[in-house]
């Protein structure tokens, strides 16, 4: 069959390689879709070490199907089932999941190979991390169920309350969906970006205003997106959605006095971020980091998704064969596309 295999940063590509029967608590599922992610894209420019602590590896993470076959072991599940798994699963024993951190524990089970036509669903996701897909969701709607499961971890994070200002920096897919579920949750919405492509996107999501910083410098930047909230006073929350450091900067300077930032997408590593003391000691700022998600948070990404309360197609820019995936993720990088489902 026909995989995509990883062989360190830059080198991508799909090739043939053998099909293998599920093992004891496994499934192996047809992908019937499979979405490109901005963490594609950084393990691809440089590595992930979670990901893909050993190479060569199979590449992708989101995704949706039909389970083909059973693995010894397993109970109910059975091939022909339309299929949605998370990427990951905690082990329910480490300090972290003891304590209710799963999204920090220290033996996560790791989900690799969705860009290929058939992708093995390790035993522990299996069990703790897989769900039956309802006939009315499609595939493509449910493939991006886990970057949704972190963003509702975001926003459990976040203590967004009714007619709170948000403001979303960065309108990525992830900046997106936060802009839908805070407005959901009865905030008003401002979404920041140096794209007017992506600003279009967020206001077809729900912001109520949005901001273009392109060609601004870093004081303009604050000014322009203070002037978009209450008596210029600063967001109650920001949340910070690009993973660069200048961003996390500008995030926990647009918020007001008492206000929370919620400090959202991963930097490199090696990124430094330059925080102002004397404004968060007399400002009382609370900075909060979020990583990944738990298998509660997976539910409830579910749940919207069943609801309608959010369409995961609605953030797909198009849709490609498998053999498109290396140009999808440069056209990510580049700014032409949000997400793109590619269909083995």
């Not at 995509?4 to 499934?27: N, Q, Y």
């Not at 920041?192 to 999501?205: H, K, M, N, T, Y």
């Not at 919207?304 to 990510?332: K, Q, T």
Request: aromatic share 6%; charged share 20%; hydrophobic share 45%.
């Amino acid at each position: 069959m026909r995989a995509a295999i990883f062989r360190g940063p830059g080198e991508l590509a799909i090739e043939e390689v053998p099909e293998a029967p599920p093992g004891p608590g496994e499934l192996t599922v047809e992908v019937r879709a499979a979405v490109t992610c901005g963490t594609d894209l950084k393990s691809y420019r440089r590595g992930h070490p979670k990901l893909f602590p050993e190479l060569p590896a199979r590449f992708g993470h989101e995704f949706a199907g039909v389970v083909g076959a059973v693995g010894p072991g397993v109970t109910g599940w059975a091939p022909g089932m339309r299929v949605v798994a998370a990427n990951t699963a905690p082990c329910a024993s480490c300090w972290a999941c003891t304590r209710g951190r799963e999204s920090l524990c220290e033996n996560l089970e790791f989900l690799n190979g969705a860009f290929a036509e058939q992708v093995t669903i390790p035993a522990a996701i299996v069990a703790r991390n897989t769900y039956r897909l309802p006939g009315h969701v499609s595939f493509a709607s449910a493939a991006p169920l886990e970057p949704l499961a972190c963003v509702v971890h975001g926003m459990a994070e976040s203590g967004i309350e009714l007619g709170d200002t948000v403001v979303v920096h960065g309108a990525g897919p992830i900046g997106l969906m936060f802009v839908r579920l805070a407005g959901s949750r009865g905030a008003r919405v401002v979404a920041v970006d140096a794209s007017p492509v992506r600003l279009a996107a967020a206001a077809e999501f729900g912001a109520h205003s949005t901001v273009d910083i392109s060609g601004l410098g870093a004081a303009e930047r604050i000014e322009a997106i203070r002037a978009e909230t209450e008596s210029g006073r600063g967001a109650d929350v920001a949340i910070e959605a690009a993973g660069l450091a200048p961003v996390w900067e500008q995030a926990v300077a647009s918020l007001r006095p008492g206000g929370t930032a919620v400090l959202f997408g991963g930097p490199k590593p090696g990124s430094e971020v330059r925080l102002d003391p004397v404004a968060m000691h007399y400002g009382e700022y609370t900075l909060k980091g979020v990583f990944h998600h738990t298998p509660r948070h997976v539910q409830t990404a579910l749940r919207l998704l069943e609801s309608g309360a959010l369409d995961g197609s609605a953030l797909i820019s198009g849709e490609r064969p498998l053999e498109s995936l290396v140009d999808s993720l440069e056209d990510m990088a580049a700014g032409r596309g949000n997400k793109y489902l590619l269909v083995p």
